[in-house]
């Protein structure tokens, strides 16, 4: 099935710093989506992409659908301590109504 | 608030027992996924159902089984657990089968011993 990687694992960072963390996979995604799962949450909707090449922020966070569509990144600028959470990415495949498949998560770390 | 209700939140339970999760959708929703989430395995696809039947299917295991009501909440019934069944299990509903956007309930944290 389809599979994506999804890195770094984990991240340690300092408030302020910009974050950035990306997704591959060996299929073409027709949707990429970025989740933040906080700690004893569910996944969080962050951005959805659809285009190749599309590029889309919300607030200090940007995503881009890459243009060969198999890979997505995710920016976070000027990290705050509330950003510390899970960051998932998920792909959804050229067949039409295909389920998402998910990253394994990057582990977010803001020191105040 | 995802709109979505998962129960309970918490629950502790014995090898070979037999548990019944609970999700209710957001109001219009007709479609709910089941996901696991282990340490070391991430967010696992389990099933899916839309408006009442069965729409996809995962890496569900043959102890699990759901179903999905005709006022659209939905169970997840694991059985004959196992020590590696302890994981969180999140329930996501989504307006249409094919809609990318799922919106997740807080989960179940199942531990078994």
């Known amino acids: 099935g389809q599979q994506l990687n999804q890195s770094p694992q984990s991240m340690f960072i300092q408030e302020g710093e910009d974050v950035s963390m990306n997704c591959t996979s060996s299929s073409i995604f027709n949707t990429w989506l970025w989740y933040k799962q906080d700690p004893g949450e569910g996944p969080v909707l962050l951005i959805a992409l659809y285009k190749a090449g599309e590029l889309t922020s919300n607030g200090r966070l940007t995503a881009q659908f890459g243009i060969t569509r198999k890979d997505s990144f995710l920016n976070i600028s000027a990290s705050i301590p509330s950003d510390v959470g899970i960051y998932f990415c998920a792909g959804q495949g050229e067949t039409s109504g295909s389920r998402l498949t998910f990253g394994e998560g990057t582990q977010l770390t803001v020191n105040p | 608030d995802s709109g979505v209700t998962q129960t309970p939140k918490h629950l502790i339970t014995a090898t070979g027992q037999r548990v019944t999760l609970r999700c209710s959708p957001r109001?219009?929703?007709?479609?709910v996924y089941w996901y696991q989430q282990s340490l070391d395995q991430g967010l696992q696809f389990l099933i899916q159902?839309?408006?009442?039947?069965?729409?996809a299917k995962g890496n569900i295991l043959e102890r699990f089984s759901a179903q999905q009501f005709p006022d659209l909440h939905s169970e997840l019934n694991l059985s004959s657990l196992e020590l590696g069944d302890s994981a969180l299990y999140f329930c996501?509903?989504?307006?249409?089968?094919?809609?990318?956007?799922?919106?997740f309930g807080s989960g179940t944290q199942l531990s078994v011993l």
């Open positions: 109001s219009g929703d007709l479609s």
């Open positions: 159902y839309y408006n009442g039947e069965e729409r």
């Open positions: 996501a509903s989504s307006r249409d089968p094919t809609n990318e956007k799922l919106f």
